[in-house]
């Protein structure tokens, strides 16, 4: 990082349920990254396990544990900012497991942690996907420094919730985060959308690390892991391939264009007060 501007990558991968072959694609394509001049990596939802719903328990962790530890001492390695995208966690007393996301700093220290809020529990094309069936929701927004910016932290499906990054861009959030593993069938439509918008109502970059390819349970994911400015441009993104999308975060140029443009300072809560 230097001064204000932030050299940022949105990983892309086609996890398994395999853990191991996880780590070795997720470490090759973090070090990758860093070494394209990153200094603030991202990886996919569910980076570590993806795919099979029957070994999400077996492959879920306590946080702190052996794949927090991995991912601190990487950037500790490598002297980069960290977001572990998200993996399954253990939570103590129940039999529900959180889908959670883990911010590390050069320096290799846990430095936030975001428990999903909003969980896929839809029907697609025919297909039910229900999320809450192993997965505990959470229930606190979450900002977080990384360097100079602001980091705030989400998980694929919340991205349809405007009023939580509505919450983090009045908490500071400059950059907000969306690792995400989106279905084929919403993401063809609504994945660059959905970004875009964000990033344009909330005068804030977008950075987006997504799932790709066919998964073991036969769903598809989009892919397309993006990273969006705030004017709604998309800088980069990355093909059908694991990769990473790499773009430079213009911090000055986010606070001449929130003084130039003030939507956020022209909002009237006092209006506003009926929203449930």
Known sequence: MEGRVVAAAAIQMSSTPDKEENRRVAEALIREAAGAGATLAALPELWSCHGLEEVYRENAEPI?????????????????YLLGGSILERVPGSELLGNTSTLYAPDGSLVAVYRKIHLFDVEVS????????????????????AGPLTLGLSICYDVRFP???????????????????????????????????????????????????????????????????????????CPDRDGFALARLDLDYLDRLREEFPSLANRRPEVYRGLA
Request: aromatic share 8%; charged share 20%; hydrophobic share 40%.
């Open 64 to 80: 702190p544990g052996p794949t927090t530890e991995f991912l601190g001492s990487l950037a500790r390695e490598l002297g980069i």
């Open 126 to 145: 025919g297909r039910r996907y229900l999320e809450s069936a192993n997965v505990v929701p959470g229930d606190e927004t979450v900002t977080a420094k």
């Open 163 to 237: 009023e939580l990054y509505r919450l983090l861009a009045l908490r500071g959030a400059e950059v907000l985060a969306v690792p995400a593993a989106f279905t084929l069938q919403t993401g063809k439509d609504h994945w660059e959308l959905l970004l875009r918008a964000r990033a344009v109502e909330n005068q804030a970059y977008v950075l987006a690390p997504a799932q790709w390819g066919r998964k073991t349970d036969g769903r598809w994911t989009y892919g397309r892991s993006m990273i969006v400015d705030p004017w709604g441009t998309v800088l980069s993104t």
